[in-house]
T-cell receptor, first 112, second 116 residues
């Protein structure tokens, strides 16, 4: 069984540019989560999808962040325009029953 | 609201010594508790979890944790450290129930160094 995959693994962009991160969950997992770890801080929840619907967006920092989940399969997280404080590692996780989440390797975003 | 505190951002032990990583939580309802490990350049991997039932939970790679409600703790232990245990460890909580999303609240992480 393939695990959660994320693309790209690293991204370096300039302030003001746009970046789109992608997450492919484990097949059949309806629940998809995005988390972020800013340097030196704890991993923080961003949002939760059930299939294509957003269930909880309470962790999204501001309206520069837009998450979508097309057809309830893969998800994208777009940051537009990127700011310096957006740098960090973005993790995606998927779950079948919400009791256990399977994490991807993360995307390291650096905004210069 | 839930919160998690991991005591010690860095812990160093000798190979063969006891590993003890501390985690205390705060939750208004009985939570689910988790320990995840992140090896270099990899994603988070579940070590063990507590949902209900037996308070001593055994996980992978010889790790275990005990849920102590009276102390609001969920410390992670391993009797004998191995060099391959060097990694970053995260304690996390979630609120169970059909009305909850299952989102995880993480502690700050503890980096375990194992010295030969």
């Amino acid at each position: 069984e393939a695990g959660v995959t994320q693309f790209p693994s690293h991204s370096v962009i300039e302030k003001g540019q746009t970046v789109t991160l992608r997450c492919d969950p484990i097949s059949g997992h309806d629940n998809l989560y995005w988390y972020r770890r800013v340097m030196g801080k704890e991993i923080k929840f961003l949002l939760h999808f059930v299939k294509e619907s957003k269930q909880d967006e309470s962790g999204m920092p501001n309206n520069r962040f837009l998450a979508e989940r097309t057809g309830g399969t893969y998800s994208t997280l777009k940051v537009q325009p990127a700011e310096l404080e957006d740098s960090g590692v973005y993790f995606c996780a998927s779950s079948q029953d919400r009791a256990r989440q399977y994490f991807g390797p993360g995307t390291r975003l650096t905004v210069t | 609201a839930q919160s998690v505190t991991q005591l010690g951002s860095h812990v160093s032990v000798s190979e063969g010594a006891l590993v003890l990583l501390r985690c205390n939580y705060s939750s208004s309802v009985p939570p689910y508790l988790f320990w995840y490990v992140q090896y270099p350049n990899q994603g988070l991997q579940l070590l063990l979890k507590y949902t209900t039932g037996a308070t001593l939970v055994k996980g992978i790679n010889g790790f275990e944790a005990e849920f102590k409600k009276s102390e609001t703790s969920f410390h992670l232990t391993k009797p004998s450290a191995h060099m391959s245990d060097a990694a970053e460890y995260f304690c996390a909580v979630s609120v169970p129930g059909s009305g909850n999303t299952g989102k995880l609240i993480f502690g700050q992480g503890t980096t375990l160094q194992v010295k030969p």
